[in-house]
């Protein structure tokens, strides 16, 4: 990829990462994604802010080849897809000063070795001149770790976040040109990566909205040139508002398991909630994951494996209670062989979520017709419980 002017004199450096398919060894990347660093050129000066992942650390330096000075680089955010070519940028540049938050400059230390003099620590609000352009520094902390900040340039009204917004898209598009997969990838990026800051994102999403921007340049994905579209997105998915609808995550050895969570989507349906289900044995994580973005009851469907849950599903229900999705009800659902301890197993897997549990249905071998009258009995409570909470938005 070749840098490209988004603005006079302000030039995208992203490195596109097609192929990756798995980030932290953690969160799938069905789309790849795209390191975007981005250079500034003021009329007394030149800024890079971040960089990209090792790995591409030969395509960020080509495209920075013609650039023969540079006098800062600006480190949003930490984590090495970003700050991980630094110090190539530090060595190829001896005259430029790193800046940083406070706890940014402990972090860069302790995992890139970056030396103290290297690095300037600026304060929130604190602005550093190019000539003709500004670098005003925001700390905008946990999206999505303890040092985020964010860059506003207010000559060009540009704000650069990092993390911030992003989307994990390898794409050759420069701007957003296709709203609903965008829509798709910042939203399984939110739901994955800042959902469990939700609270404080909110606040973050007061702060800048203090300032006058008319682009948000993320750090992954395409850049919003009509940024009221990601911020409408954030301001959703952070909100107290839920969907009247279930997520099922749930696995079945030998079938009785699946005949239990077939008729509670049925019956969940027939009461008009709408119902996610995930067969953990095949499922996306984070397709999972976004389905809890928005959804106001977990329902956990799991066969007994000895005397607790399926693997799998303290995986999920690990990962559920790692995102602190804004939920309200929970359910517990499944079949044993001989004894079970699943449900005491599965509930203190997920102390974070603050949730009314609805009602199990635990049933020794194949369910029967007792099983499912009492998976009707749960679907109800389920419909009256959002139905009576005003954080849950009906159709
Ligand atoms: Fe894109 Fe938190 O790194």
Redesign the pocket.
């Known amino acids: 990829m070749h840098a490209r002017e988004i603005r006079k004199g302000i030039h995208i450096i992203a490195t596109v990462h097609w192929e990756r398919r798995l980030f932290d060894s953690l969160v799938p990347l069905p789309d790849g994604t795209s390191?975007n660093a981005y250079l500034i050129r003021g009329s007394e000066g030149t800024a890079l802010l971040d960089s990209t992942d090792p790995e591409l650390r030969g395509e960020l330096l080509e495209q920075l080849k013609t650039v023969d000075r540079l006098d800062y680089i600006v480190s949003h955010?930490s984590?090495q897809?970003?700050s991980g070519t630094i110090p190539d940028i530090l060595a190829r540049y001896p005259e430029a000063t790193l800046l940083c938050s406070q706890k940014a400059g402990e972090l860069l230390s302790t995992h890139l070795g970056i030396v103290p003099e290297r690095i300037r620590v600026v304060a929130d609000g604190e602005r550093v001149s190019l000539g003709d352009k500004t670098l005003q520094f925001v700390y905008t902390p946990w999206v999505?770790?303890p040092e985020t900040m964010v860059t506003y340039v207010p000559e060009d009204r540009c704000l650069f976040s990092?993390?911030f917004f992003?989307s994990h898209l390898a794409t050759t598009d420069l701007y957003v040109t296709d709203k609903g997969r965008v829509y798709e990838a910042a939203k399984r990026y939110y739901a994955e990566?800042m959902m469990p800051f939700r609270t404080i994102i909110r606040k973050n999403l007061d702060k800048i909205s203090e300032y006058d921007f008319e682009i948000i340049a993320p750090?992954?994905g395409p850049v919003y040139n009509e940024p009221g579209f990601i911020l409408d997105a954030y301001r959703d998915w952070v909100s107290p508002t839920m969907k009247n609808e279930v997520v099922l995550p749930y696995i079945s050895m030998h079938g009785s398991t699946r005949l239990m969570v077939n008729r509670l989507i049925d019956s969940l349906a027939r009461h008009g909630v709408a119902v996610s289900a995930f067969d953990l044995a095949v499922t996306d994580i984070g397709k999972l994951a976004m389905s809890l973005v928005d959804a106001a009851t977990l329902i956990v469907g799991t066969p007994t494996v000895h005397v607790g849950p399926h693997p799998a599903v303290y995986y999920a229900a690990h990962l559920a209670n790692l995102l602190r999705p804004k939920l309200k009800y929970a359910a517990i659902v499944g079949s044993y062989g001989w004894s079970s301890k699943a449900i005491e197993q599965i509930a203190g897997l997920i102390p974070n979520l603050k949730v009314d549990v609805l009602g199990t249905v635990l049933q020794k071998g194949m369910p029967t017709a007792e099983t499912y009258a009492h998976l009707d009995e749960l679907a109800k409570a389920v419909a009256g419980a959002h139905e009576a909470d005003k954080d849950v938005i009906k159709q």
């Open positions: 390191y955010h984590e897809d970003h999505h770790w990092c993390d992003g990566i750090s992954h």
